[in-house]
């Protein structure tokens, strides 16, 4: 990460300099969680203007106190002791206008807030001793792939109990539910915290570290009566479904596998470097009922060309393997993208599709 880049505070410039440091005091930013090329970013910066006495001297400099990109923290306190470069103006001041500088490519903004007070919101503490310090306990990926089961609790109250949560080198992961066969959340960043679910008496929970994209929690594959019919909510005995658990490759990538009615399904996720996860469901059996995969439950999604979906407006893409015929159709929950499971003289075709975000 660099000064450059989202997020960051950038640098100051003075060409009186030595040569190769005219760029100085810059802030990076300590993760990279922006979303990909054409998605909507969502940035909060808090910031407190230098201070001047009545001559005009300054007091105190310039501090950006927080930026959080897409839900995440990163930069805090960064102390600022001049203009940056580009600034519009050689000097600072208590007092100045919001600038959006937009000469370095293609860039849309929209729902842009601003106040003059920051307020939060405080409460009481518990413990009458006071603040009780603790180490959190974090989870990291190394160069191979970190897989932990734990409960995870997702938007609308719910709590995923039979979750596992994956980890890929290059600070990409996602979450996957054992009960159903599906992907309910992907982010980039860090991997997990496991302080809920670790320290002194845990409920037995862990949060992601970094910029969550939250998918649908229902499940991947259902047999439907018709291309009309009502997806599941679960995939219970009717169904029959059961979790065989899951395969680690010799990279120790994960392959989920279980049973549908009367089909073995393998579930495997890979990433390329961390720019995306390209997610492969194979079908073993012919299909004798009409089988599908839903890949997206969105209040909109809208195909962009070239097998490429925009989810909830620009949220995420997905991106559909040519050889596939997708469906969207309207639910009462709202868009789906369906995938049906066809027989070829080489078995089933696979559902394959990535995840861009």
Known sequence: ??????????????????????????????????????????????????????AGKKTANARVVQVILNGVSIIENAVLQGPTRGSAFADEAAMGPLRIQGDHGSVAFKNIQYSTTVTTKATNGSEAKGWVEFKPVYVKVGTEPELLRSFVD????????????VGYPHNISYSYDLSNGTVFQVWKGGFVDGTPMWLFRGDGNTTAIGSKVPLNDGPSLAILDSETAAWPDTLDAKYGFRSRGYELDEK?????????????????????????????????????????????????????????????????????????????????????????????????TPVQYSLIW
């Open 1 to 54: 990460m660099s000064d450059s880049d989202l997020g960051a505070v950038y640098h100051r410039w003075d060409e009186s300099r030595p040569a190769g440091q005219f760029g100085y005091e810059g802030v990076a930013p300590r993760l990279n969680v922006s979303r990909a090329p054409g998605l909507w970013q969502n940035i909060r910066i808090i910031f407190q203007a230098p201070k001047f006495d009545a």
């Open 154 to 165: 997702i938007p609308g109250g719910k709590r995923v109990t039979h979750a596992i949560n």
């Open 252 to 348: 120790g990538y994960p392959t989920f596998k279980y049973v549908l009615n009367t089909y073995n399904v393998d579930d495997k996720l890979s990433s390329d470097e961390g720019k995306s996860l390209t997610r492969q469901i194979t079908v073993t059996g012919p299909v004798q009922k009409s089988l599908y995969a839903r890949v997206a439950i969105a209040t909109d999604i809208v195909e962009a060309g070239e097998g490429l979906y925009s989810v909830n407006n620009y949220q995420y893409y997905i991106q559909i393997d040519k050889s596939l015929k997708p469906v969207i159709r309207t639910s009462a929950k709202g868009k789906e993208l369906l995938i049906p499971v066809l027989n070829t003289d080489k078995g089933t």
